[in-house]
C-alpha cells in the first residue's frame, strides 16, 4: 500500500495516494515511511499544516529521519515561518551534516528573513557538498543581485547555465536582469548568448514570455511584443495561477499595459544623432513615452527608457545597497554625459496597499516623517550619482489617482493626500537642488484631486498622449 502510493503520487494522483498512505498506516500503525510519503503528498496538494502533522507522526516513529526534518522546514516555510523551518534544517543537519538539500533549504529560509550573507554562507555549504548544484548557484545569483552586487550575480547565473543550460527559471532571472541593464558594461557577449536557448519549458514558462514582450518593447519592436503577448495568453489559466504571487503581478501588470502602449505606433528616431536622445530612468512609467518624439526648444528628442521593475523612491532612500540602486545606478552611469533625464519613481509609494500608507501603520510612524525622509533621500541620491555627469534631471511627479471603488472613501482620500504630500516635497527638494520638476498631476487632476480621465491608460499609467504638455512645461525651463 505504501508502495501503491508513492506510484500515485509519482502520476499525480494525490488524493489516491494519500488513501493508499492511510490503509498502509491501518495496517501498520508504527510505519515511518508512510507517514513521511504522505506528508510530501500533502505538501504537494497545498497543504502544510497537514503535511508537518505527518512529518512530526514519522519523526516520533523514527527520530532519526533527515529527510522528515527537512521537508518539515520547507512546510513552515511554506507557512511563513523561517525561523522555526531554521531550527528544523538545523536538526536534519545535525543528523546528516552532508546533507546539500538542507543547506540549500537553510540558505531559503535565511534569504526570506533578510540574512542575505547568512543565506550565501548556507548556499555555499550547499556547493561544498554537491559542487554542480544548479538550485544553489541560481538563488546565489538571486541573492547577490538583491545586495546590488549585480556582476557576481551574472556570473552565477552564467555557472548556473554552464551546469543546466535549459534551466528555465534561473534563464528567466537572468533576462530580467539583462533587460534592465542591456545597454550597460555588465552585459556581455557571452551572458547573452546563454540566454538564447529557448527550450520547449522555457517557452512555456508564462514569465519568461512577458520579459521577453518588455525586452521587445524596450528595443522598440512592437511587432514582437505582440507576439510575446499572444503566446502569454494562450496558456491555459493553470499555467497561471500556479506561479509566485509577485510574478502572477507582475505578469498581469506588464500585459495590460504593453497592450495598450503598442496600440499606438512607434515614431522611429533613430536618424537622431546621439545627443537627440532623452533617457526616461524609472519603474514601470518610464515606459509611458518611450519610442516617441518629444520637442525640447524646438529640436526633436526620442524617448528611449531605462527600466528598473518595482523600483520605488524609497528604495533610493535607504542607507543599504540594494538591487534598485545597482541597477539604476549602471544605467544613470551608461548614459552619455550631458544628457537630459527623466526620472520616474515614487508612483508605487502612494499606493494604499504599500509604501507610505501601509510602512505608517506598521511602523507606526507619522507619514509625513516617511515622506520626508524618503524624497530626500531619493533626490540626494541622484544628485550624488550626477556629481560626474552633469546630466539635466527632470524628475516626474506622481500623477493625479484614479478612485478605486474597491476601497473605501477614507483611503482613496489617504491616497490623494500622500500624493499631495509626496509631490510637495519633491517639488521643493527637487528645485533646491536646482533640477526640473515635471508636474504630471497637474494636467491630470480634475477638481476633486481624483484623475480626470484624460490622459490614463490603466488604473496607474499615463498615455504618450501626455507628451505635450510636458513639452509646454519643458519650454518654461531655461
Sequence with gaps: YNNMGNALKGQGKLEEAIGAYNKALSIKPDSADAYYNMGIALQDQGKPEEAIDAYTKALSIKPDSAGAYNNMGIALQDQGKPEEAIVAYNQALAIKPDYAEACYNMGNALKDQGELDKAIEAYEKALSLKPNYADAYN????????????????????????????????????????????????????????????????????????????????????????????????????????????????????????????????????????????????????????????????????????????????????????????????????????????????????????????????HKKPIEDLVSDTVRGYVDWFVEQNQNKNHSLFFFNVPAPIYKKKYSTEVNGKVTSTIRLFNSLLHKTVLDHEFNIIDVNKFTAGKDGYSNGLFHIDGFHLSSEAIPLIEKQIGTFV
Excluded: M, W
Excluded at 146 to 165: F, H, N
Excluded at 222 to 227: D, M, S, T
Excluded at 336 to 345: E, G, L, Q, R, W
Design 139 to 362: 538563488n546565489i545569483g538571486i541573492t547577490l543581485q538583491e545586495q546590488g552586487k549585480l556582476g557576481e550575480a551574472i556570473e552565477a547565473y552564467k555557472k548556473v547555465l554552464s551546469i543546466k543550460p535549459d534551466y528555465a527559471e534561473a534563464i528567466v532571472n537572468a533576462s530580467s536582469l539583462r533587460n534592465q541593464i542591456s545597454e550597460t558594461t555588465l552585459i556581455n557577449e557571452e551572458f547573452d548568448k546563454r540566454l538564447e536557448n529557448h527550450n520547449p519549458e522555457l517557452l512555456a514558462t508564462p514569465k519568461f514570455q512577458i520579459n521577453q514582450a518588455v525586452r521587445a518593447f524596450l528595443i522598440s519592436d512592437q511587432e514582437l511584443v505582440q507576439k510575446h503577448l499572444n503566446s502569454y495568453s494562450s496558456f491555459p489559466p493553470s499555467s497561471i495561477t500556479e506561479l509566485k504571487a509577485k510574478d502572477r503581478v507582475f505578469c498581469s501588470a506588464y500585459t495590460s499595459l504593453l497592450e495598450k502602449l503598442i496600440q499606438t505606433p512607434f515614431e522611429n528616431g533613430a536618424s537622431f544623432a546621439d545627443d537627440q536622445t532623452v533617457f526616461h530612468v524609472g519603474e514601470s512609467h518610464c515606459l509611458s513615452y518611450a519610442h516617441r518624439f518629444i520637442k525640447i526648444h524646438g529640436t526633436d528628442y526620442t524617448v528611449v527608457p531605462k527600466i528598473t521593475f518595482g523600483g520605488k523612491a524609497y528604495h533610493f532612500s535607504t542607507q543599504k545597497e540594494n538591487s534598485y540602486k545597482a541597477i539604476t545606478g549602471s544605467n544613470f552611469d551608461s548614459l552619455p554625459d550631458n544628457s537630459i533625464v527623466f526620472i520616474s519613481f515614487g508612483e508605487i509609494d502612494c499606493r494604499p496597499d504599500e509604501g507610505f500608507i501601509s510602512a505608517a501603520k506598521k
